[in-house]
């Protein structure tokens, strides 16, 4: 077995090219320094060092070693610093709406991964009806969920309207059965479409459900679907339907929340809550 104390005496030995030189660098006496490469040289069988007058110079093994001990010795440091970082590192487990995450990740998570380098962000995605139950189980430190009212232990980080959005000039808004996209089951949004569907509204047919903004905007666009979508996504491919002109289920303020887990309240919990929520201004003036 090669011990890394060895190794390292002997990169010192070969990058100083002199024993005196090399035992002052690693702050041993010449004769200790001599013992240890002569450990190493009886360890793998071979001479490692030619000495003359002018100093040392490697062997042909000591040339072929001395590759191999750089990678171990490189390789002992790197496991010490993964394993001390894995120790002294807090987790935090976050849950973000899947339509949202690139807008959070740019308007604050970022910076906060950046700036708190002890504290490891985990980030997992899903609707906001998921991440609720999921944060009850357990699964999550903190969730930034989207509902139309305040829950428990949540702090409201914004308003977001949502409005009826069809293909300018389209068709597919007159249709007698709706097509529709929505966002997945347990999406709030969605929860509230058939919450405030009745008989007097035509009736909805369902033809994209999809956590992805970007797909409902292009199924609208392209005259498929009518769907409902925060406002700020509105472009001028699109027209903004009336909900009692065009018999479709009113839709509700929405508000987004962060929601900490009572378990789980900790400083850095309360860091991230404060730095998202100094991050507002700059995120509702500029959605992505």
């Known amino acids: 077995m090669l011990k890394v104390e060895l190794l390292e005496s002997f990169i010192a030995v070969a990058e100083a090219g002199n024993m005196s030189k090399a035992a002052d ?51 002992n440091s790197q496991a010490l610093d993964d394993l001390k970082d894995t120790d002294a590192k807090q987790i935090i487990r976050l849950g973000v709406p899947t339509d949202y995450v690139k807008w959070y990740l740019e308007s604050g998570l970022i910076e906060f991964i950046r700036e708190f380098t002890n504290l490891s962000l985990v980030i997992d995605t899903d609707v906001s009806g998921n991440l609720f139950k999921r944060l009850q189980n357990g699964e999550f430190d903190a969730i930034i969920a989207t509902h139309w009212h305040p829950q428990p ?13 069809a293909a300018k000039n389209g068709n597919a808004h007159n249709r007698s059965t709706v097509p529709m996209a929505l966002y997945p089951e347990n999406c709030p949004i969605r929860a509230q479409v058939f919450a405030n569907h009745n008989i007097s509204m035509r009736p909805i047919n369902v033809l994209l459900s999809t956590p992805s903004p970007q797909a409902l905007c292009m199924a609208v666009e392209d005259d ?65």
């Open 224 to 288: 498929l679907v009518i769907a409902p979508i925060a406002e700020f996504r509105v472009n001028d491919k699109m027209q903004v339907l009336d909900a009692d002109e065009h018999k479709l289920p009113p839709l509700p303020m929405f508000n987004e929340s962060f929601y900490i887990n009572p378990a789980s309240e900790t400083k850095a919990l309360e860091q991230l809550r404060a730095l998202l929520k100094a991050n507002i201004s700059k995120m509702v003036l500029n959605p992505s």
């Open 153 to 165: 232990h949540g702090d409201l980080l914004f308003e977001r309207r949502f409005v009826w959005a």
């Open 25 to 75: 660098r690693v702050c041993r006496t010449q004769s200790a320094l001599s013992l240890q490469i002569k450990k190493l040289e009886e360890s793998v069988g071979q001479s490692l060092l030619e000495r003359d007058n002018r100093g040392t110079s490697l062997t042909e093994a000591g040339e072929k070693l001395l590759n191999y001990a750089y990678k171990m010795v490189q390789l």
